[in-house]
């Protein structure tokens, strides 16, 4: 059997260059050697957080944007949304039935979610995403799923449930592996993980002037002398990664060259290799752009595609469980 890849994103704001040295990256050469790619707009999971739910429809469009001017070329990878395939949310329900309340509890991930929610309450759909996480990947038989480390406890949620699904109905499901990324954790302006919440990001779709101000305004210290050293020097070394990642160098070279130049001198270097890096980005975001039809019309055929996919995967089910009347 080959490989199917399925992986994808909660459509909760602009990507950014930390999405893309983590992930993006890696899809992109999936992609170029050949992989069967599957890449899920989770508009569902993402109800989990409501700010981001009102305006879903402009952040998927951006999303779309982001994959296309990141590289992913439609002729060859799929892009759909969640909500827009039915016989995959119908798996959800004998899904939950193979999952206990306590396993749906302990999931370190949700807990940590729920921690930093700032909701009053919690909702069903918190403690019951993985399940349907679950069902985005068993649908379409995905095998390999790249994720970064907070997503191991969904896809151990997703082997389990197909290993019982198996086991109560007969084969039918594979047991997918979790491809942990191995690209550095690409820290932010301020030296801290790259996040949107922490405003320290810098998006793909950033200007030029935008990248030069979030530059401009990074976290440096006092020592003229770069160095890389991210546990001592957290901000500086954050720039010279960066540096070092736009050009595929080692970052303890980035760091002598610019030597006793000091922090300016680093910031200007890193604004001149964020931009020259995102240059092609840019164009073709820009191009994809002018055409928003041409974008939604990649989601539309890459959602009847998953369509096909999950009326066959449901269909099997059926037979497995004895319920085709
Ligand atoms: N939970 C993932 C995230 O928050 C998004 C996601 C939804 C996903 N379904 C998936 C990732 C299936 C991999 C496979 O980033």
Do not use: W
Request: net charge negative.
């Amino acid at each position: 059997m080959t490989d199917r890849v399925l992986t994808g994103d909660r459509p909760t704001g602009p990507l950014h260059l930390g999405h893309y040295f983590g992930t993006l990256r890696n899809r992109v050469e999936l992609q170029r050697q050949g992989a069967d790619m599957v890449v899920i707009v989770a508009d569902y999971q993402v109800l989990t957080d409501r700010d981001v739910a009102e305006r879903l429809r402009e952040t998927v469009d951006g999303l779309l944007l982001d994959y296309l001017a990141a590289g992913l070329d439609p002729e060859a990878t799929t892009v759909f949304a969640h909500s827009a395939v039915p016989a995959l949310n119908q798996l959800l329900l004998p899904f939950l039935s193979l999952v206990s309340v306590p396993e749906l509890q302990r999931n370190p991930t949700v807990k940590d979610e729920i921690q930093h929610s700032r909701q009053s309450s919690v909702s069903g759909l918190m403690f019951t995403y993985p399940v349907h996480q679950a069902a985005d990947i068993l649908f379409c038989k995905g095998n390999l799923v790249p994720v970064g480390q907070d997503q191991m406890p969904h896809i151990e949620i997703t082997r389990t449930v197909a290993r019982r699904f198996n086991e109560r109905y007969g084969p039918v499901f594979p047991l997918p592996e979790g491809l942990l990324s191995v690209a550095p954790v690409l820290p932010g302006t301020d030296g801290r993980k790259m996040s949107k919440s922490r405003g320290n990001a810098i998006a793909l779709s950033a200007t030029p002037d935008e990248t030069a101000r979030l530059i401009r305004g990074a976290t440096t210290d006092a020592d003229r002398h770069i160095t890389f050293d991210p546990g001592l020097r957290p901000g500086v070394s954050g720039l010279v990664q960066l540096v070092a990642l736009c050009q595929d160098r080692d970052p303890h070279e980035v760091a002598a060259e610019i030597g006793d130049a000091g922090a300016a001198a680093l910031k200007r270097t890193a604004t001149d290799a964020v931009n020259e890096f995102l240059a092609p980005m840019r164009e073709r975001r820009a191009a994809y752009a002018k055409d928003l039809g041409a974008v939604r019309e990649v989601l539309r055929r890459g959602n009847e595609r998953a369509n096909e996919l999950a009326d066959q995967t449901l269909a099997e089910v059926r037979a497995a469980m004895g319920t085709v009347y």
